[in-house]
């Protein structure tokens, strides 16, 4: 029996209602006469800047108020005409994403005859037309600042609210970073089948030059958005009536830098670094005033090491010979195979241990016990190739309908020197992912105090670790010394997001309504080659300690070197603690299957409606209230190859929990009331 998880929230705060975009912004204002006398039915026009048609077009309601959604966050140029009146122009006019920009009221001067005010200084906005608590960090604002790998992640942590824990990285108001939704042009970019590091990773790897601004939403959002507590809304740059564009070049290099004291000390050279990213941006119009497009380029090219270190035996320990200081603090030398006849070291482990290094290039004697292993520091490489390419096109094919569209591709090439346990100086396991966003919205006003808007996208976001490494069709653990067979297993996932949503918003005398749909659809095919192999671990296990006792055969020898002992013992002698293996299945009858990858198709979707209502009572009071109401649906696994709870016939889970046995309240009758007090 399939079990949905049903969430409703009701809210009636004095937040504003919006269209259902995360990436688009929303203008609203007042328009009066010189006595200060509402103005209705005043025609008020946005245009580009540099334009001679209008993209879009209202009438103020009879309360001299307007409200314009749905626009792209960019400069506009605000117009305002009535019969009888001066034209009005708002110069720079600046729409944040995802939030509501309050223009100053506009006072209209009668005039007989046609005259034009104009208004040339920059609009700054002031958010005081809800109680949504958001700020907007535009492109020209983080390009200032320094930044090491060009990332706008990089400076959500300087808005308020947003910190570290220590635990999970970058939190807002303390919540899980889970518990934030990130999106580009509308579309989730997050890792939705790892979600524990949201804040500080996304798959797309967004640059800044591929954003032109984004808005952070802490607290008090309005019921249009969702799938998360907080809200973090990125956008694209969009192309305007003058061609614009940028080429830039970075370069970081170790070149007067110094190494670290442990490598100088260790005899290990200085890690090599020489960082470039480069790349460019282009904007501008096809068709004045109706087709507009941005490109963006920027790679980055990677090359460095970092340090690894790994436990090798010592000369002595590679033949057999285990060196210890007895309690009389005389050091002893003993072959252990030689303890006990009839023991050899097996062809398997001779091979092993041919491709461990020699023990004269041991640098480290902080590392093992310094008798019979030594530590071994060196340099390995983790360069890094990236590539973003980021394209949009904005077309306005009349004053009621505008279309635009967004792509976004990116690949990552990178070492990873994490994951490697063996001597090479080139990792063997790496990630190659390609990502892929679409972004696809139509805006319509069927009439002036009426807009729509549909969105529908797509991020396309594997994330492959691949091995060149052989097994041979096994693993052979080993103790004391680090093995040269690299044994991380090929692992990954592809996680593809869908989004789509239609919303619509109307304006109707001092009401204006928003509404509509929101769906989320998250397909997650995971697959992992972990333990799908027998692995035998060498060691001295419980059950041959006693037939292999070293403790009568080594006089004097400290307990704390006894393990040392053992280890050495059965690494010489090939002897194996424990095995395993790790069997998965191909479909629903194929049974367990020896080398099997554990493979699943997970999916899970979300649906949401929401409605607000943001009544103007008076100019200095808006009451809004908002309702939202979301469906999860549990996470299905396409092949049923996972095991889904089978509740038994004539009972159900509502009932299970609700019932005495499982839940009990403070002051019911089935024990003392619970009186708790806090202090703040």
């Known amino acids: 029996m399939k079990q949905a998880i049903v969430r409703s929230i009701c809210c009636i705060c004095l937040v504003a209602g919006s269209l259902s975009a995360q990436s688009t912004g929303r ?3 007042l328009i009066t006469d010189s006595s200060g006398a509402a103005v209705p039915n005043a025609k008020v026009d946005l245009y580009i800047p540099g334009g001679g048609t209008p993209v879009v077009s209202t009438l103020t309601t009879r309360d001299g108020n307007y409200s314009i959604t749905g626009l792209q966050p960019v400069l506009y140029d605000l117009h305002v005409e009535m019969a009888g009146f001066r034209k009005t122009i708002l110069r720079q006019v600046k729409v944040d994403p995802g939030i509501e920009l309050p223009v100053q009221p506009i006072r209209l001067e009668i005039s007989a005859v046609t005259e034009v005010v104009e208004v040339q200084a920059v609009s700054v906005g002031v958010q005081t037309s809800n109680a949504e608590i958001a700020s907007t960090v535009t492109n020209l604002q983080i390009t200032r600042l320094p930044s090491l790998n060009r990332s706008p992640l990089a400076f959500i942590t300087i808005q308020a609210g947003v910190g570290g824990n220590g635990r999970t990285g970058t939190t807002i108001n303390g919540l899980r970073p889970s518990f934030a939704n990130v999106t580009i042009d509308g579309v989730n970019i997050q890792d939705n089948f790892i979600r524990t590091n949201t804040l500080d990773f996304q798959p797309n790897m967004l640059q800044l030059d591929q954003v032109a601004e984004f808005t952070l939403s802490t607290s008090n959002t309005n019921s249009s958005l969702g799938n998360g507590a907080a809200q973090l809304s990125f956008v694209t740059p969009s192309g305007t009536n ?4 940028n080429g830039r070049w970075f370069n970081r290099n170790n070149v007067a830098s110094a190494n670290t004291w442990f490598n100088n000390r260790n005899n290990v050279r200085r890690p090599f670094l020489n960082q470039n990213q480069f790349g460019g941006s282009l904007g501008g119009k096809i068709i004045k005033d109706k087709l507009y497009f941005y490109a963006d380029y920027e790679a980055t090219r990677q090359i460095q090491q970092s340090s690894q270190t790994r436990t090798l035996l010592r000369e002595d320990a590679r033949n057999g010979i285990f060196t210890y200081v007895d309690t009389a603090n005389n050091t002893q030398r003993v072959n252990l195979l030689g303890l006990f006849p009839g023991l050899s070291r097996p062809p398997a482990i001779t091979q092993i241990l041919s491709a461990v290094p020699a023990a004269s290039v041991i640098n480290r004697n902080d590392v093992g016990d310094t008798r019979n292993t ?13 590539d ?20 976004i591709w990116n690949r990552d090439i990178i070492d990873r020197p994490d994951l490697a346990n063996d001597y090479l100086l ?8 390609r990502i892929k966003l679409i972004s696809l919205t139509h805006r319509w ?18 994330a492959v670790f691949a091995t060149t490494e052989e097994f041979g069709g096994r693993i052979i653990g080993l103790p004391l010394v680090s093995n040269p067979l690299n044994t991380f297993r090929g692992q990954g996932r592809f996680v593809d997001t869908y989004n789509y949503s ?14 509509g749909l929101q769906g989320m659809k998250i397909a997650a095919d995971p697959y992992n080659d972990a333990g799908n192999l027998p692995t035998f671990n060498v060691g001295l296990s419980t059950a041959m300690s006693s037939t292999y006792n070293l403790a009568p055969l080594l006089p004097g020898l400290r307990a704390a070197d006894l393990g040392v002992a053992n280890a050495l013992l059965a690494l010489h002698a090939g002897m194996l603690s424990s095995a395993s293996q790790q069997v998965n299945v191909n479909s629903r009858t194929s049974g367990f299957v020896s080398g099997a990858t554990s493979a699943r198709q997970l999916r899970q979707q979300n649906l949401a409606l929401y409605f607000n209502d943001q009544w103007k009572v008076s100019r200095k009071l808006t009451i809004t209230a ?11 696994e396409v092949n049923a190859l996972v095991l889904l709870p089978v509740i038994p016939q004539g009972s159900n889970a509502i009932s299970t929990l609700l019932s005495n046995a499982t839940l009990d309240f403070a002051g019911g009758r089935r024990g003392p009331a619970l009186v708790q007090e806090g202090f703040e």
């Open 426 to 433: 080139v990792p063997k396991v790496t990630n190659d992912n």
């Open 374 to 386: 030594g530590g071994y520091t060196f340099n390995i490489r983790n360069n890094r190739t990236r």
């Open 445 to 462: 006003n069927p009439k002036p105090n009426v807009t729509t808007e549909s969105r529908f996208g797509l991020n396309r976001a594997p």
């Open 27 to 29: 203008l609203s204002g």
């Open 388 to 407: 973003n390419v980021t394209g949009k096109l904005d077309y306005n094919a009349s004053i009621k309908h505008s279309f635009h569209g967004t792509y």
């Open 242 to 245: 003058q061609l614009k564009g």
């Open 502 to 515: 239609s919303g619509a918003n109307w304006v109707k005398g001092a009401h204006t309504m928003s509404f």
């Open 626 to 636: 908002g309702a939202r109401w979301e469906y999860w649906s549990p996470v299905d």
